[in-house]
């Protein structure tokens, strides 16, 4: 434990959740201390992220224990250690998944949950990383089981999850498709790696996904939609295809036909990960490390910035994402 830290920190809360960005208030909050396995963070910048509209708007609740600042992903330089952590020093610079405090200029997370930040990235690229980046390997390849050679269906190419799956799948070896709303963001898509994107507003994805397979289809769609977009990617999936819903922002509800899962062998799963525990955590950050963290060493994936706004301009940050004008993501810094 580090005996030159102060007493306090500024931090962003939410006095009372609303839909306006303007429920994002600056604080001054204790400067928290680590406990068993934690390390506490120096913020140098963090991850702006769909769930935390929804925590501000008041419909995603921090889980039991979890502190209630906003934010899910940080990057910094480790400025305490709790009791039982020994794979980290202070002064180490690392990125990590936070279950919440992330937009603070300190904030605790668990050791296991934290990565090193990788060579040649900044801690505004690194900030960008844990949330999506643990979201897409959870799902597209722990619960979907994407393979080399595989096709990924990826719904809203162009966020901070669409990119980064866009990216990772492509250069573990899939052909990517995605869909976006515009034509630069169609273009973005390709640029990071998608074989053919979609623009969902001027063309059918389904006939276009069909087409682009001979008929096949996709044999695993990343989905942030929900609603109306089940039914409608169960006609462009292949046999033994996997659809994962990640968010709904289409709707919680869809009417499917169920013999089409029993005929072609289908799989629908989903998950959210805030509240799964460290453990699952810390073996996502594991696999990273091992199959993504190379590739970000090497130049192959970079982490995608559309903006960077200091921590007070919190509720501009949310803006931008209320708007779903960017491509890729929005970090804040302190």
């Known amino acids: 434990m580090s005996d ?22 600056m604080g001054v909050r204790p400067v928290p201390r680590p406990g068993l396995g934690e390390i506490l963070i120096d913020v140098a910048a963090a991850g702006v992220n769909r769930p935390d509209l929804m925590q501000r708007r008041g419909s995603y609740p921090p889980p039991p224990g979890a502190s209630d600042i906003p934010g899910l992903e ?66 597209v390849y722990d619960r979907s ?20 799956a866009i990216m990772i799948a492509s250069q573990l070896g899939s052909t990517v498709i995605a869909t976006a709303g ?7 898509c390709t640029d990071l790696g998608a074989q053919l994107a979609i623009n969902y ?9 069909n087409k682009f397979t001979n008929g096949k289809g996709a044999d695993v769609i990343l989905d942030m939609v929900g609603g109306e977009y089940v039914p409608r990617e169960m006609e462009c999936i292949s046999p033994d295809g996997r ?42 950050a594991n696999s990273l490390k091992t199959h993504v963290w190379p590739l970000i060493e090497a130049g192959s994936i970079k982490p995608q910035i559309y903006q960077t706004l200091p921590l007070e301009q919190a509720a501009a940050a949310h803006q931008i994402l209320e708007d779903g004008d960017n491509i890729g993501k929005v970090v804040l810094t302190t």
């Open 4 to 25: 030159s830290l102060p007493e306090t920190m500024n931090c962003i809360e939410i006095p009372v959740p609303g839909p306006d960005c303007t429920a994002l208030k």
């Open 74 to 139: 940080i990057s910094g330089r480790i400025a305490a250690i709790g009791p039982d952590v020994g794979n980290w020093n202070i002064g180490d610079d690392v990125a990590a998944l936070v279950t919440g405090g992330g937009y603070a200029e300190y904030c605790i997370a668990p050791a296991p949950q934290a990565l090193p930040q990788p060579t040649g990235l900044s801690p505004i690229e690194a900030a960008a990383i844990p949330e999506t980046f643990f979201t897409v390997w959870s799902n």
């Open 145 to 164: 089981g994407l393979k080399s050679g595989e096709t990924l269906l990826v719904q809203g190419g162009a966020s901070g999850i669409g990119t980064a």
């Open 182 to 188: 515009t034509d630069e963001k169609c273009q973005a």
């Open 201 to 209: 507003k001027t063309q059918d994805f389904v006939e276009e996904v």
């Open 243 to 284: 659809i994962c819903i990640i968010a709904l922002l289409g709707g919680a509800k869809a009417e499917v036909n169920l013999g089409k899962i029993l005929q072609n062998r289908l799989t629908i799963t989903g998950s959210t990960l805030r509240t799964r525990p460290v453990d699952f955590k810390g073996d996502i």
